[in-house]
């Protein structure tokens, strides 16, 4: 079984520039999380998706950012336009449920340089 | 604010020498607790977890980690590291509310290297 998959691995644009990172959760997990690791600080929460909606956005820094989780399958984190602090690693995860069985599992990240 | 400490951010140990990796946490309820690592080119893995009963508990890959209320750690602990436990060791705990939640309250993270 494929695990949590991201895309791009790595992405290297100029500030007011957009990116878009892809993330393909577990087949089946209804839940759908997205991290940020900024350099030097610690993996922080943005948002979860419930299927297509969103559950919680509350760790989402600001509206250049703009998720979306169409079908409920495959994710898309949008930063537009690009500042320089948004540099960082994210991180995609996905559950079965919520609860006590349920355990995140998570991709390998796509790593965001904004020169 | 609930938060996690990892107050190395850098462990060097010899191969076949015992490892602990201390977490301490901020919170006002009991949490969930949770050790993750990533190695070099791979997704965070989940070794180990807590929610309740029985304070010590086993992980994968022989790690074990004890839930010390006092002191509100959870440390993690290999009686005999291998070279390929070389990675990054990442403390957390869910976030207040419903509980385990997902939404997860990450320490900075503690690598570790290990010699020959």
């Known amino acids: 079984e494929a695990g949590v998959t991201q895309f791009p691995s790595h992405s290297v644009i100029e500030k007011g520039q957009t990116v878009t990172l892809r993330c393909d959760p577990i087949s089946g997990h209804d839940n759908l999380y997205w991290y940020r690791r900024v350099m030097g600080k610690e993996i922080k929460f943005l948002l979860h998706?419930?299927?297509?909606?969103?559950?919680?956005e509350s760790g989402m820094p600001n509206n250049r950012f703009l998720a979306e989780r169409t079908g409920g399958t495959y994710s898309t984190l949008k930063v537009q336009p690009a500042e320089l602090e948004d540099s960082g690693v994210y991180f995609c995860a996905s559950s079965l449920k919520k609860g006590l069985t349920g355990e995140l599992f998570f991709g390998e990240g796509s790593r965001l340089t904004v020169l | 604010a609930q938060s996690v400490t990892q107050p190395d951010i850098h462990i060097t140990v010899s191969e076949g020498a015992s490892l602990e990796l201390r977490c301490n946490y901020s919170y006002g309820a009991t949490p969930y607790l949770f050790w993750y690592v990533q190695s070099p080119g791979q997704g965070l893995q989940l070794l180990l977890k807590?929610?309740?009963?029985?304070?010590l508990v086993q992980g994968i890959k022989g790690f074990e980690a004890e839930f010390k209320r006092s002191q509100s750690s959870f440390n993690l602990r290999k009686p005999s590291v291998h070279w390929s436990d070389a990675a990054e060791y990442f403390c957390?705990?869910?976030?207040?509310?419903?509980?385990?939640?997902?939404?997860?309250?990450f320490g900075q993270g503690t690598t570790l290297q290990v010699k020959p």
């Open positions: 957390a705990v869910d976030s207040p509310g419903s509980g385990n939640t997902g939404k997860l309250i």
């Open positions: 807590y929610f309740s009963g029985d304070t």
């Open positions: 998706f419930v299927k297509e909606s969103k559950q919680d």
